[in-house]
């Protein structure tokens, strides 16, 4: 135990502390240690590329949040039918969590790149006119990570949503019926009110997922077209490593780590107080 | 056995441990094709001085995870002998205390380098803001303004190279008229920022190109020429394919190889495509400079050497820098490399037609001032000035931004990096 502690004390923690104090220094190509002050914080909001990061990073985060929690809960209905091949179908909606997001963002770069995947294969089929170019337009880009995004997490949110409905007591639902409830009314008034928690855990790992996206933007578009799809993850490395600039990227990441932390830091004080008061 | 055993363990370090002579530990990220094997010229040539090498590659995001072990070992306090570091970025390391004393000045002395480079190159190899001894060797010159242009597609649609900015817009339109993609182009930031740089100096002229991305004047970047810059740009982008974003340049000389597009605007490494399809320049291909006033875009890959208290360390560096910037050396390694070398006196007989243009333009524009920095790869700026122009020519090459307004932005992105 004392071991581990130490180490993830140091490695974690200690790090996030280092962090925090290079990012109250003036450090360029290699991190110094005189104090400075908050002019990297100040730098960091006067930037226009950190801004189009934030901009996007609350875009993900919504839609992400959204669509992974609603196609997850249609799915989760459906798999609890009781239907055949239930096993297949969840492995099937599952698999892609397996994968890594480099591999999802690289697969769906071919796909919706316009020469070669949807759009490519629609033109070849005779629609001469069909247009989905979204991967290349800047306004639209951003949309394309949702997508690859949702098609990852979406089967994760699903498990969660499926064990969520499993282990509410059959009774329930049987006396439901009797009452006359058809089986929308069951979900919508008595089994989704139930999962409570399983929205707020899936609340709590999706948020910090898309807060830390960063393989999946570099492998799908890089940031571009232009800067357009730039999240602060990315900000952070190019930051540091392209642009030599160690102290603005520390502020960039104090900033994630205050964003992750407002996530949970609340969800661990509800589950604290939740044992307490067992 | 266990006796043996010992003794062999005995022998093993002493044997190391007992070494003295010249001993180098390199960090690269030459690690593939052609760049391996003219490494291993070097290699070779350092074990024949009686050195000791010790290999440190890096592979992987073009030196970005090199970059990221180089600084741990910094951070560390334990750097490696030498390390490919480049431009202005020499500076900004020296002046973080890690590369005095100058181990290898009294080589640079001795050889005589001063005499073997432009005055330019070698200021930039210079520790102490440019004027100071000898902290770094160089191994090549790349060229960035090259038009490379496929001359059957050229030919049959009535082309000639383009020597002005005009006629390459014409030819462009004849191009796509025809239904070929004029312009190969990857939408990366950085080859957004190569192709910007070769305009700017284009239609700007060398003066201006030094007066805004060498010295940063706001009036010069907020100019009209400026804008006239930016509208090329537009037009370029018109010349591009939709599958263009996020290509990588390679794939984009590809298109050019197989006769898919008409041209593409990239340093000389994209040379290395057209020879290993066996294409040859002049018969299949054509390598121009892109249109300009006798202008050379440059970017040299060289080597830093770091502080060490260990002598052989410091022999070893002595020696390195010795043979990196021998006539061998530099020859072969730009055989396979497509630059040339820095050296201006190696014979260019074994080289093929691009590199010899290269060879003699580089001396025309040495002599006229046409010789500017690569602000794209890192030669006209640091990292962070660098990454302020890149993030506003690739925002405007792929939005709607207008001329003006990019230019304007052009400005306060240096203004807030200053």
New interface residues.
């Given amino acids: 135990m004392a071991p581990a502690v130490g180490l993830i004390g140091w490695f974690v923690y200690g790090f996030v502390l280092w962090t925090l104090y290079i990012s109250f220094t003036n450090s ?4 110094k240690y005189e104090l400075w002050g908050v002019g990297q914080y100040v ?1 960091l909001w ?4 950190w801004l189009i990061a934030v901009d996007n990073l609350l875009i993900f985060t919504a839609l992400f949040l959204i669509f992974c929690v609603v196609i997850g809960i249609i799915l989760a209905i459906f798999l609890d039918q009781k239907i055949r091949a239930e096993g297949v179908l969840r492995t099937i909606y599952l698999y892609p969590m397996a994968l890594s997001f480099i591999v999802t963002g690289t697969a769906w ?1 071919w796909i919706l ?4 995947g949807i759009q490519k294969m629609f033109i070849d089929w005779g629609f001469e006119n069909f247009t989905f ?1 979204w ?2 337009n ?1 306004e639209m880009a951003i949309y394309t990570i949702v997508i690859a995004g949702v098609w990852q997490s979406a089967g994760f949110v699903m498990a969660l949503f499926l064990a969520g409905l499993r282990s509410v007591e059959d009774e329930i639902v049987k006396a439901a019926k009797i009452d006359g409830a058809n089986l929308f009314t069951v979900y919508w008034k008595i089994l989704l009110p139930m999962m409570r928690p399983v929205f707020f855990t899936s609340f709590v790992i999706l948020v910090h997922i898309s807060i830390k996206s960063y393989d999946l933007i570099v492998a799908l ?8 799809t730039t999240m602060p993850a990315l900000y952070m490395t ?1 930051t540091a ?5 160690v102290g603005l990227s520390a502020a960039s990441a104090m900033m994630m780590f205050m964003a992750v932390a407002a996530v949970i830091i609340p969800y661990l004080y509800s589950e604290l107080r939740r044992e307490n008061a067992r | 056995m266990k006796k043996m055993l010992i003794a062999l363990i005995a022998f093993a370090f002493t044997s190391t441990s007992s070494f003295a002579g010249p001993k180098i530990e390199v960090l690269h990220w030459w690690t593939s094709g052609g760049e391996a094997a003219a490494l291993k010229v070097l290699k070779d040539d350092f074990a024949a001085n009686g050195g000791e090498w010790l290999d440190m590659p890096v592979t992987g995001g073009g030196g970005d995870a090199a970059n990221v072990a180089l600084k741990a070992r910094i951070v560390a306090g334990d750097p490696p002998s030498a390390s490919q570091i480049k431009g202005p970025t020499i500076q900004e390391y020296d002046q973080e205390g890690v590369v005095a004393p100058y181990n290898i000045d009294p080589i640079a002395q001795s050889e005589g380098w001063d005499g073997l480079l432009d005055p330019m190159i070698a200021a930039v190899h210079k520790c102490q803001n440019n004027s100071g001894p000898y902290c770094a060797a160089p191994v090549n010159i790349h060229r960035i303004d090259w038009m490379w242009a496929n001359k059957a597609v050229f030919d049959s649609n009535g082309i000639s190279v383009p020597t002005s900015w005009d006629e390459l817009n014409a030819a462009a339109e004849k191009l796509q008229a025809a239904g070929i993609i004029p312009f190969a182009h990857g939408g990366q930031a950085w080859q957004d920022a190569t192709v910007f740089e070769a305009v700017a100096m284009g239609i700007g002229g060398n003066n201006y190109y030094k007066n805004c991305y060498v010295d940063l004047k706001e009036t010069c970047l907020r100019s009209e020429t400026t804008v006239k810059v930016f509208d090329q740009m537009r037009k370029l982008q018109g010349f591009t394919d939709e599958g263009s974003p996020g290509r990588d340049w390679n794939v984009a000389t590809g298109m050019v190889i197989e006769g898919k597009a008409g041209f593409q605007i990239m340093g000389d490494w994209a040379k290395g495509e057209f020879t290993a399809a066996g294409k040859v320049p002049g018969v299949d291909y054509y390598c121009a400079a892109t249109p300009s006033n006798n202008g050379y875009l440059y970017n040299v890959d060289s080597f830093i050497f770091y502080k060490t208290s260990d002598p052989d360390k410091q022999e070893g560096q002595k020696l390195l820098a010795k043979l990196m910037m021998g006539k061998n050396f530099q020859k072969v390694f730009n055989l396979y490399k497509g630059s040339i070398p820095a050296r201006l006196d190696v014979p260019m007989d074994e080289f093929d037609k691009c590199a010899k243009t290269s060879n003699s333009d580089i001396k025309t524009a040495g002599a006229s001032g046409g010789l500017v920095p690569s602000f794209a790869h890192g030669m006209a700026q640091g990292n962070t000035m660098k990454a302020a122009l890149q993030d506003v020519i690739t925002e405007h090459f792929n939005s709607d931004m207008s001329s003006v307004d990019a230019a304007n932005a052009l400005a306060d992105s240096v203004l807030d990096n200053m």
């Avoid at chain 1, 360029?28 to 991190?31: F, Q, R, Y």
């Avoid at chain 1, 578009?221 to 357009?228: C, E, K, V």
């Avoid at chain 1, 490593?241 to 600039?245: A, L, M, P, R």
């Fill in positions: 360029k190509i290699l991190p730098k006067g930037s226009r590329k770069k790149n316009p020469t070669l170019d991967l290349v800047r578009t890089q940031g571009g077209p232009g800067i357009s190019q490593f392209h642009k030599s600039q």
